[in-house]
């Protein structure tokens, strides 16, 4: 079993940064590759980004790119998503989620393990 647990969420203007972390415990985190999705209201959860058990090679999705950075510390047992330039749409809830697949996978039904959510809200 792996435990993540979110943080760092939080209401933010437009233009605005935050950083969400997501600290793991139960299993070697280094053997997991880590995601970020996100839900808003009435929507699906859909992908934000990934990241290899490595750190090396990340993926994220198109309406994100440029604007959003998946990391990982690996000594830590944390993954990391920073938020820069924030926009209204960017409102959500947002999930961490683990992988025991060897390649990163954008889809949310290949992760095994997933975190709590912590809510972003982006004023305009």
């Known amino acids: 079993q792996v435990q993540l647990v979110e943080s760092g969420g939080g209401l933010v203007q437009a233009g605005g940064s935050l950083r969400l972390s997501c600290a793991a415990s139960?299993?070697?985190?280094?053997?997991?590759?880590m995601g970020w999705f996100r839900q808003a209201p009435g929507k699906e959860r859909e992908f934000v980004a990934t990241?290899?058990?490595?750190?090396?090679?990340?993926t994220s999705a198109d309406s994100v790119k440029g604007r959003l950075t998946i990391s990982r510390d690996n000594a830590k047992n944390t993954v990391y998503l920073q938020m820069n330039s924030l926009k209204p749409e960017d409102t959500a809830v947002y999930y961490c989620?683990?992988?025991?697949?060897?390649?990163?996978?954008?889809?949310?039904?290949?992760?095994?393990?997933w975190g709590q959510g912590t809510q972003v809200t982006v004023s305009s």
């Open positions: 990241i290899s058990r490595d750190g090396h090679v990340s």
């Open positions: 139960g299993r070697t985190f280094s053997n997991y590759c």
């Open positions: 989620a683990a992988t025991s697949r060897y390649y990163t996978t954008l889809s949310k039904l290949n992760y095994d393990y």
